[in-house]
């Protein structure tokens, strides 16, 4: 039985026939090829964009329905919180982090003071060794110079 008046069309001679499913398969056909046009064909890119898009629509839409405020609320406390503890867990790891650089450091200027200290004594050694034999030297050509010269006075 056909209802008088109405919008929906008659099959050839049939029933009346829904074409909303065919509409709705139209409507995402067109979608995802939108989708891949701009992502250039590759369908990970689409899907993405495509993702976006959804969430973004059902924030927009989430946003409207009365009393979300609240929810919102609590939902960036909870991220805050998620947030502060990532950064209290970052902050740890870089503190351990610095001090492990500060010991490294500290043992090296350690080292080096050591390499330091025993290139200084080592330096020193030569230097009074060194003096040691230009005194030696010294008081030898000395006493060969007062063995000459008390040559000349007859002693």
Known sequence: MAVPNSKI?????????????????????????????????????????????AA???????????????EMQKSAEESMARVGSNVGHAVDRAERTVD?????????????????DSARKE?????????????HKVEADAKKAKSGIMSWFGK
Not at 35 to 44: H, I, N, V
Not at 56 to 70: L, Q, V, Y
Not at 123 to 135: A, C, H, Q
């Open 9 to 53: 069309p008659r099959a050839a001679g049939g029933p009346l026939k829904n074409r909303m499913p065919a509409l709705i398969g139209g409507a995402l056909l067109v979608g995802a090829g939108y989708y891949f046009y701009t992502a250039g064909g590759d369908p990970k890119v689409a899907r993405k964009a495509a993702e976006h898009d």
């Open 100 to 116: 492990k650089s500060v010991e490294e450091g500290k043992q090296r200027i350690y080292e080096g003071v050591e390499k330091l």
């Open 56 to 70: 973004r629509a059902t924030a927009s839409i989430r946003d409207e329905i009365p009393g979300h405020g609240k």
């Open 123 to 135: 330096v020193r050694s030569d230097v009074l060794r060194k003096i040691d034999e230009f005194d």
